[in-house]
C-alpha cells in the first residue's frame, strides 16, 4: 500500500460532519417550519429541497471520504459517478414526471 | 477439451486476479465498483417507483410522522427519534469500518479485528431495529376501516387519532369467532383470522359517542394534514365499511394506500437484506483476519472491497431514510 500513514483523524471529522447533518435533518423532520414546509418552491416544498440537499452531502462524504473515491484515478472515478449520477437522475426524471401526470389525469375520476 | 480452453501463453493476461491492476485498481475493488454502481441503479430504480406512486397519490400519501411514531420502551407519540437513531447505528458501523481499512493499511491485525468486531456489532443492532421496526409497523397501533371503494377510514378525538379500544363499546353482534382446528371440525378453519371487533360494532359505537370523528385519507394540501370529516358524512363513509384492518399485510393496511405499506416491505426488506449479507460477509473476514489470513497474503484489500460493499448499504440508507421518513 503506497499510503501508509493513518486517516484517522479526517475520518472522525467526516463522521461529525455526517452526524451533525443528520442531526439537523432530524430537527428539521421534527419541527417542519410551515414557512419551509407549507410553501412552493419549484415543485415541492422548500423543506423537502433542504433535505434532498443534506440527503446529497452526506451521499458525498460517505463516497470521496470514506469510500476513498477521491484517492481513485480520475477516469475510473468518472466512471463510477458519472454514469450513475447521469443515468439516475434521468429515471427519476422520467418517472416524477410521469407520476405527475398520473395523477393530474386520475385524481379527478376519485370521488371523495 | 484442450482445445475448448484459452490457454494464456504471453504472461500478459490483463484480468489475472491482480497482477495487472488498470487505473491503479486491483480486479476485486474495480469489480466492486462495478457491481455497487449496478445495485445503487437497483434501489435507485425501487426509489424512483416509490416516487412515481407517491406523485400519483399526492393528495393521499400516508404521513409519515403518523405512521412511525414508536420507540421501544417508551410510550407516547413520538416521530422520526428511533429512525434517527438507526441511521446513527449505520454512521457509526460505517466509520467503525473505515477505520479498519486504515488500520489495515498498516497492517495492524489487532486493530482491524477489533473494528470488524464493531462493525459486525454495529450492523447486528440495526438489523434488530429494523425487525422492531417491521414488528410495530405490522401489528399497527390503532386500526382503521376499509371501505368497499378501497378507502382507509382512522378514528380521531380531538385531532388526535384514537384506536378502536379507545371507543368501541358493546359487544360484536354477529358472534364470529376465528374458527381454528382446535375448537371445530379438524380439516376446517378460517383462512383468515376474524378480527377483534365487527362492522356492525363499529358502527354503533361510532354513533353512540359523538367526540369520534373520521379522517379520511385525503390531504388538504394547504397545511399537509389529512382532512377530518364532519359527523355526517363521516357516518356516511363508515357505511361503506367492509374491512376490519389492524396493522399492515400486503392488501390492506391501517395507514392507508396500500402500495404504500407494499413499498416499505419491498424497498426496506431489500435494503435489510443487503444489511445481512453484508454482516455475513464481514463475519467471514473478520475471522480471516483472526487467523491471519490478510498478515499471510501481505495485505488487507479484502478488508477494503467488503468495506465498500458496507458503505454503499450505508449510503442506500442515508437515501431511504430521506424518501420514507422525511421528505
Known sequence: MAHAQSHTKRIWNVFWILSAITIVEVAFGIIKPDVLHLTNFLGTSPLNWIFIILTLAKAYGITWAFMHMEEEKKWFRRAVVWTSVFLISYLVALLLIEGGYLFETLSPLVKW | ?327
Open chain 2, 1 to 327: 477439451m484442450e482445445a475448448n480452453i484459452a490457454v494464456p501463453s504471453d504472461g500478459k493476461n490483463t484480468w489475472n486476479g491482480g497482477g495487472v491492476k488498470p487505473f491503479k485498481a486491483s480486479y476485486g475493488k474495480m469489480m466492486m465498483w462495478f457491481f455497487i454502481l449496478s445495485d445503487a441503479l437497483t434501489f435507485s430504480a425501487f426509489l424512483a417507483a416509490y416516487g412515481l406512486t407517491r406523485f400519483k397519490f399526492i393528495d393521499s400519501w400516508p404521513i409519515a410522522d403518523e405512521v412511525f411514531t414508536h420507540v421501544p420502551f417508551i410510550h407516547g407519540v413520538y416521530p422520526m427519534y428511533y429512525v434517527a437513531f438507526m441511521t446513527f447505528v449505520l454512521i457509526f458501523s460505517s466509520v467503525t469500518m473505515v477505520l479498519a481499512v486504515d488500520a489495515g493499511h498498516q497492517m495492524k491485525r489487532n486493530k482491524v479485528a477489533w473494528y470488524m468486531f464493531a462493525t459486525i456489532i454495529g450492523g447486528l443492532i440495526f438489523v434488530g431495529s429494523q425487525a422492531w421496526e417491521w414488528n410495530t409497523f405490522i401489528n399497527g397501533s390503532y386500526g382503521a376501516v376499509k371501505t368497499s371503494e378501497g378507502k382507509v377510514l382512522q378514528f380521531v378525538k380531538d385531532g388526535e387519532q384514537i384506536a378502536f379500544s379507545d371507543f368501541i363499546v358493546g359487544d360484536r353482534m354477529d358472534a364470529r369467532v376465528t374458527h381454528t382446528t382446535k375448537n371445530g371440525l379438524w380439516f376446517e378453519s378460517d383462512s383468515e383470522e376474524v378480527p377483534e371487533y365487527s362492522m356492525a360494532q363499529v358502527l354503533a359505537s361510532y354513533k353512540a359517542d359523538p367526540s369520534v370523528q373520521i379522517r379520511s385519507e385525503r390531504m388538504n394540501l394547504d397545511i399537509k394534514q389529512k382532512i377530518i370529516l364532519s359527523r355526517e358524512k363521516g357516518l356516511e363513509e363508515l357505511a361503506k365499511g367492509d374491512l376490519i384492518i389492524q396493522g399492515a399485510n400486503l392488501t390492506a393496511n391501517e395507514y392507508g394506500n396500500t402500495i404504500f405499506a407494499n413499498f416499505f416491505f419491498f424497498i426496506t426488506g431489500f435494503h435489510g437484506f443487503h444489511v445481512v449479507s453484508g454482516i455475513a460477509i464481514n463475519i467471514i473476514i473478520f475471522f480471516n483476519v483472526l487467523i491471519g489470513t490478510y498478515e499471510k497474503r501481505g495485505h488487507y484489500e479484502m478488508v477494503e472491497k467488503v468495506g465498500l460493499y458496507w458503505h454503499f448499504v450505508d449510503l442506500v440508507w442515508v437515501f431511504v431514510f430521506t424518501f420514507f421518513y422525511l421528505v
